[in-house]
Structure formats: C-alpha cells, structure tokens
C-alpha cells in the first residue's frame, strides 16, 4: 500500500521560506516519477514541480527559480525547498508520486497546508 506523508507546511510572511517533506513507503523510490502539486481555496489543481527516477526535474513558471524539489533515496523522501514565497503561493500542497501528466499523479498524500501573508 502507497503512503506518502507531507509535513513542513505553516505560515510564513512573504519572502520568507519552507521546506516540504514527503515520507513515502511502499513504493520503490528509485523507479517512480514524483511531485508537488498545490490548489489554493476555489482554484483548480495546478502542477508545482517533478523529478523523474532519474533525477530531472520540471517546474511551473510560476515557481522557477524559488522552488527546488529533491530526493533523498536513503530516507525515501521527497522535499520541496521554497523561497522567496509569494501570497499567489498560499494552498494545500500535495505530495505525489508517478506522473500520469498535467497536474495528475496516480498517488496522493493528505496535503499540507502553506500560507504565506503580504
């Protein structure tokens, strides 16, 4: 059975920073594609960020250059580095894992929320 369980979400002032953790289980790490995706209150789902099973990565326009996803294979964890936050970034934020394409993952986690005040 997939788990994936974020943590690190709270509020911030803008320009602050957070790192978003995922431990994941049962899964085989190494293999699938993993991501980030976050919805604000009445928007729809918006992709954040991936990184394959070979460690390339993607971002949404809106957050390249202040977010950095990563892996760490030895803990089974997924992170979300975010800097220089903006309000337009306040959502829950979703952990997932393997890309099916757009915003849509097969695997979910309960989400974790960020808000982020001007």
């Known amino acids: 059975q997939v788990q994936l369980v974020e943590s690190g979400g709270g509020s911030v002032q803008a320009g602050g920073s957070l790192r978003l953790s995922c431990a994941a289980s049962?899964?085989?790490?190494?293999?699938?594609?993993m991501g980030w995706v976050r919805q604000a209150l009445g928007k729809e789902r918006e992709f954040v960020s991936r990184?394959?099973?070979?460690?390339?990565?993607s971002y949404a326009e809106s957050v390249k250059g202040r977010f950095a996803i990563s892996k760490d294979y030895a803990k089974n964890t997924l992170y979300l580095q975010m800097n220089n936050l903006k309000p337009e970034d306040t959502a829950m934020y979703y952990c997932?894992?393997?890309?099916?394409?757009?915003?849509?993952?097969?695997?979910w986690g309960q989400g974790t929320q960020v808000t982020v005040s001007s």
């Open positions: 049962g899964i085989t790490f190494s293999v699938y594609s």
């Open positions: 990184i394959n099973s070979g460690g390339s990565t």
């Open positions: 997932a894992a393997e890309y099916l394409g757009g915003p849509n993952f097969r695997y």
